[in-house]
């Protein structure tokens, strides 16, 4: 079942349930993509037909975003919780771990996907990386040969939002048999480069503000998330009166 947030439809999962429909797509034959939209990457995709459809054609669309969570219980329709990428990202290894099951990675500057590669390796026992390759690429045939020849079963995917998405889209039919999982920045955070928000803050959905104090440089991109939660609101608003008179 999926939730609209904005046009986009958002599967209403648990961690658990999401976990568990990865690990089945990864078993399948044919390519596979998982998106892990936020309220930044929603937005742009009413501006962006090849966005929207990018996103609403993926095999799971995770809602990252804590403003997702909160889109939806406005409109309500609550989605379960907050899903995130980069955690649903450690379990998915954790089975590949225990499986044997290769793992691509691909994305960020040159060198970031080797040294992530090798923190992974470190926390994920057995966990057998198959490729590494920076999202600098100008021509895809080269990197689509590579990720085939490698056998990975699971692909992260960090590319930046919204190519990695595009990408992902684009070439489902041609990784193989294999599931992409788009997750952004998190490929920065795998190698050490980049820190993520402290469990507090994240329980009390306040990551985004720690990557905000952090990060002075993320205000533009951040001032949009109260101007897509006035949008909802305001759809709500519009619904609910279109409800009333609709029944008058």
């Not at 999401?18 to 990457?41: C, F, K, Q, W």
């Not at 996907?113 to 590494?132: F, I, M, Y």
Request: aromatic letters at 6%; one cysteine or more.
């Amino acid at each position: 079942m999926r939730v609209s947030v904005k046009g986009i439809g958002f599967d209403r999962l648990s961690m658990e349930e999401a976990v568990r429909d990865a690990a089945a797509l990864m078993a399948e034959e044919g390519g596979h993509y998982i998106v892990t939209p936020n309220p930044e990457i929603v937005w742009l995709a009413r501006s962006m037909p090849e966005l929207h459809s990018a996103l609403n054609g993926a095999d799971l669309v995770i809602p990252d975003g804590i403003g997702i969570i909160y889109a939806a219980r406005i409109l309500g329709t609550p989605l379960v919780e907050r899903v995130p990428g980069i955690e649903l990202t450690e379990h998915l290894l954790d089975i590949c771990a225990e499986q044997g099951i290769p793992v691509y990675l691909l994305g960020a500057k040159p060198g970031v996907a080797e040294r992530a590669g090798e923190n992974l390796k470190k926390r994920h026992s057995g966990l057998v990386v198959a490729g590494c390759g920076d999202g600098y690429f100008q021509e895809d045939e080269p990197v689509l040969a590579s990720l085939r020849a490698s056998g990975a079963r699971l692909i992260l995917v960090c590319l930046g939002f919204p190519r990695q998405e595009l990408w992902m889209a684009s070439h489902r039919d041609e990784v193989g048999p294999a599931l992409m999982l788009g997750v952004g920045g998190s490929m920065d955070v795998f190698a050490g480069d980049v820190k993520r928000a402290p469990e507090g803050w994240r329980r009390l959905g306040l990551e985004w503000l720690y990557r905000l104090i952090s990060q002075p440089s993320r205000i533009r991109r951040m001032i949009k998330l109260p101007v897509f939660l006035l949008s909802v609101v305001w759809e709500r608003l519009l619904h609910g009166r279109a409800s009333a008179e609709g029944t008058e």
